[in-house]
């Protein structure tokens, strides 16, 4: 890390300022094991660049139970990459993608909390590394729809063939996507902002 | 070799604790999520520390706190503690966030697929 002082921090290039009127943010996360497309995601729906935020966990706080031969508490920094869209003047939608070590997802301070919702990405290849995040999503709370990355060599199965593999609820929405694709990825979103459309309560007349 | 020279890590948990003053963020958290609007109220002074005036001269324009991290290369719980020096001081707005532990309405999430729907 390496802080520039204030004359050298560049800042948003003035491309990239979002209007004075913007008054709110949303956000959602991607989660996934490595490797599964989370970056190449948020990179294909993102106004900007991509950026990386940073947090400081120190290892106890980390999950390590294995302190044998550990002199002190050493802390590890843990990045998220993290794109943006604006919806209009005054809403911004924020995607937010998890790191690739699994044990800081949940213990990321206010990653979930707030969030509109998560995609849990899998790669058809090795959906075992899914079943974790699943059961911990659900336990949190946290609405999810579930999509399926594409890849070249990746096994297609049917909807439901996933389904009965990530032990899903019915009412859970799986995609498949190319995230690669700025369509594909905002599809995901989208399919994601209507789950919960549907899961949030009619507006009251 | 004068002090100036030697090498400072970077990631030392010694030079955050310097930049914070020793403060761990965890209470300035329940006031900034990732995703807080930032926009300064006031221009950096001359006296201010360094990194309080980084945050003034690139909230310009409103700025979500995960971007002035990312900016300023500095974790979330360092940027959260700088944040509420300068709240505390009314040097910056924060726009507030959805309220937490409900299902967003209907309005916001329309809103939203609509704005998708444009991309």
């Not at chain 1, 399926?148 to 389904?163: D, G, K, M, Q, V």
Request: overall charge negative; charged content about 25%.
């Amino acid at each position: 890390m390496d802080f520039r002082s204030s004359e050298t921090v560049l800042g948003p290039e003035s491309a990239d300022l979002l209007p004075a009127s913007a008054a709110m943010a949303v956000k959602v996360v991607i989660v996934g094991g490595f490797g599964v497309g989370k970056t190449t995601l948020v990179g294909s729906v993102s106004e900007i660049r991509p950026l990386s935020t940073e947090e400081t966990m120190t290892q106890a706080g980390a999950g390590v139970d294995d302190t044998a031969g550990v002199e002190r508490k050493t802390s590890t920094t843990v990045a998220m990459d993290f794109g943006r869209i604006s919806i209009n003047d005054e809403l911004v939608l924020y995607v937010f993608g998890t790191p690739g070590q699994e044990r800081f997802w949940f213990l990321w301070n206010g990653l979930f909390e707030g969030a509109l919702g998560a995609v849990v990405m899998v790669d058809t290849r090795r959906l075992e590394v899914s079943f974790d995040v699943i059961g911990r999503l659900e336990d949190s709370g946290v609405p999810f729809v579930v999509a399926a990355n594409i890849f070249p060599e990746s096994p297609t199965y049917p909807t439901e063939a996933l389904r009965a593999a990530l032990d899903l609820p019915p009412e859970v929405p799986i995609v498949t996507c190319d995230a690669r694709t700025r369509e594909s990825s905002r599809d995901v979103l989208m399919a994601l902002m209507r789950y919960l459309y549907n899961l949030s309560a009619p507006p009251t007349r | 070799m004068s002090a100036a020279d030697q090498d400072w890590d970077e990631d030392s948990p010694e030079r955050l604790y310097v930049i914070t003053r020793g403060r761990s963020g965890l209470a300035e958290r329940t006031t900034f999520d990732l995703v807080t609007l930032i926009v300064a109220r006031s221009e950096p002074t001359p006296t201010m520390q360094p990194e309080h005036a980084a945050i003034l001269r690139i909230c310009g324009s409103p700025l979500s706190v995960a971007e002035i991290s990312a900016h300023l290369r500095l974790p979330m719980s360092v940027v959260t503690v700088l944040l509420a020096d300068l709240l505390a001081e009314k040097r910056i707005e924060a726009r507030a966030r959805v309220p937490k532990a409900i299902l967003p309405d209907h309005a916001l999430l329309e809103a939203v697929i609509h704005g998708l729907q444009k991309l």
